[in-house]
């Protein structure tokens, strides 16, 4: 009997020196993966283009594209923020609303896309004039989790409906082809 309460007290420590252990190489573990994840996307690794798709019935389309202008790889995933700047960088009134898709995290290598479809009306809704109030001349995009924006170039035209835009979570690549 007395060599089984020796022999329970030398193998605690040594089993609970062996938890650490396993603990500690996991900790390790987790951290190198971590360190090895690549960063998330932001608008210094990030070029922004806008590239339209075909209009139908008053009913605009975009594809809203940004690559990773960078040497390293980067990641993202969601929604981009938007807002339409007239001719003298004030804002014009903008209104996203985001489609109920799914936003999955996305691995862009160097020279890699991906792209949000925008979607807009040049149909006046009620009480609206039958023109934009002011026409759009440049746009500014906010990646997904940063807070700072790139701008661009806005060539499609008036938005009606308060300035309404439709968006879609980010996907690869420069969007469809039609």
């Not at 209104?95 to 006046?124: E, F």
């Not at 008036?158 to 309404?164: A, P």
């Amino acid at each position: 009997m007395l060599a089984n309460k020796r022999t329970r007290r030398l193998a605690t420590p040594l089993a609970l020196t062996a938890v650490t252990a396993v603990a500690v190489v996991g900790l390790t573990a987790g951290t190198s993966q971590a360190a090895t994840r690549p960063g998330w996307a932001d608008t210094s690794s990030l070029s922004v283009r806008i590239r339209p798709l075909n209009p139908g019935a008053g009913q605009h389309y975009a594809a809203l594209v940004l690559t990773n202008k960078t040497h390293k790889t980067v990641r993202t995933q969601g929604y981009v923020g938007l807002q339409l700047l007239g001719a003298h960088g004030k804002d014009v009134t903008t209104h996203v609303v985001r489609d109920r898709g799914h936003a999955a995290q996305l691995t862009l290598k160097p020279g890699q896309s991906v792209y949000t479809r925008l979607h807009w009306t040049v149909v006046p809704g009620n009480g609206e004039p039958t023109k934009a109030e002011k026409n759009p001349t440049k746009i500014e995009v906010t990646p997904p989790d940063s807070r700072h924006h790139l701008t661009t170039a806005w060539k499609l035209g008036e938005v009606l409906q308060k300035g309404r835009i439709d968006i879609t979570p980010l996907a690869k690549g420069t969007g469809p082809k039609y």
